[in-house]
C-alpha cells in the first residue's frame, strides 16, 4: 500500500551494528505497528504505538527500540544488529476511530544481518 | 492468549478448481477475523474480514469466507482458482489484550494454483 512507506527496502548489515528502519503513512491513522517475519512463523508483533505519546512491547521486542516522532513516522531501531534478526520486517497503521479495525501494511524491509 | 491457527502449510490447486484455505481460532468474547494476502515482494493486503453480522463474508478479487462459531473456523474460499492467485494468505484476530487493539497472525498458508 504506497500510503505507508518504508525505508529502505532492502538492507544488509553487519553483527553488531545499530540500524534504524524507517515508517512514514499518509493515510492519517493514529496506530502504528512494526512486525517481523519469519517463514513458517507469519508476522509477529515487536512494536505498537497508539499515539504519539504512547508505546508498547508486542511478543518479541527484546532486541529492538521504537520511536514514534510524529503521528506519521513510526521507526524501529536495531542498536546491535544479530544474525537471527534477519527477516522481513513490516510497518502497519489502523485507525482507531470507527469500525474499520484492518490494519494497512507497508511493502516490507528485507534485512539480512551478516 | 488470543491465537489463530493455519493447519496447511501449503494448498495447491488446479486452476479452475474451488478452493479452500483454512483457519480456526481460539479467542475469549466475540471473534473480530481477518484474512490477508502477500504476492511475492510485496506487503499483506487485506482481502476481507469478519465483525459480526452473516457469517457469509465477500472481499475482494472474488474471495469469501465462512465464519463457523460452532467449530471456530474462519475458512477462506473461492469458487474458481486463478494462476494469479498463488500468493501467501495469512488469517488474523483481533486482540484487545489490555486495553489494545492489534492483530495476531497465522503462520500462513501458501496457495499454488496450476494451470
Known amino acids: 500500500d504506497a500510503d505507508v512507506t518504508q525505508t529502505p527496502r532492502n538492507r544488509i548489515t553487519k553483527t553488531g551494528k545499530r540500524i534504524m528502519l524507517e515508517c512514514s503513512q499518509t493515510?492519517?491513522?493514529?496506530?502504528m505497528y512494526w512486525y517481523r517475519q519469519d517463514p513458517g512463523l507469519g508476522l509477529r508483533l515487536i512494536y505498537y504505538?497508539?499515539?504519539?505519546?504512547?508505546?508498547n512491547k508486542g511478543e518479541i521486542s527484546d532486541g529492538y527500540s521504537v520511536s514514534r516522532q510524529a503521528q506519521a513516522k513510526f521507526s524501529l531501531s536495531l542498536e546491535s544488529a544479530i544474525p537471527n534478526q534477519t527477516a522481513l520486517y513490516f510497518c502497519?497503521?489502523?485507525?482507531?476511530?470507527?469500525?474499520?479495525?484492518?490494519?494497512?501494511f507497508g511493502q516490507g524491509t528485507r534485512l539480512t544481518v551478516v | 492468549a488470543q491465537s489463530v491457527a493455519q493447519p496447511e502449510d501449503q494448498v495447491n490447486v488446479a486452476e479452475g478448481n474451488p478452493l479452500t484455505v483454512k483457519c480456526t481460532y481460539s479467542v475469549s468474547g466475540n471473534p473480530y477475523l481477518f484474512w490477508y494476502v502477500q504476492y511475492p515482494n510485496r506487503g499483506l493486503q487485506f482481502l476481507l474480514k469478519?465483525?459480526?453480522?452473516?457469517?457469509l463474508v465477500k472481499g475482494s478479487y472474488g474471495f469469501e469466507a465462512e465464519f463457523n462459531k460452532s467449530q471456530t473456523s474462519f475458512h477462506l474460499k473461492k469458487p474458481s482458482a486463478l494462476v494469479s492467485d498463488s500468493a501467501l494468505y495469512f488469517c488474523?484476530?483481533?486482540?484487545?489484550?489490555?486495553?489494545?487493539?492489534?492483530?495476531?497472525f497465522g503462520a500462513g498458508t501458501r496457495l499454488a494454483v496450476h494451470p
Open positions: 469478519y465483525i459480526t453480522g452473516d457469517n
Open positions: 488474523a484476530v483481533r486482540d484487545i489484550t489490555g486495553g489494545y487493539n492489534k492483530l495476531i
Open positions: 493515510k492519517g491513522h493514529d496506530r
Open positions: 504505538s497508539f499515539d504519539v505519546k504512547d508505546i
Open positions: 502497519a497503521t489502523s485507525d482507531s476511530r470507527g469500525r474499520n479495525t484492518e490494519a494497512f
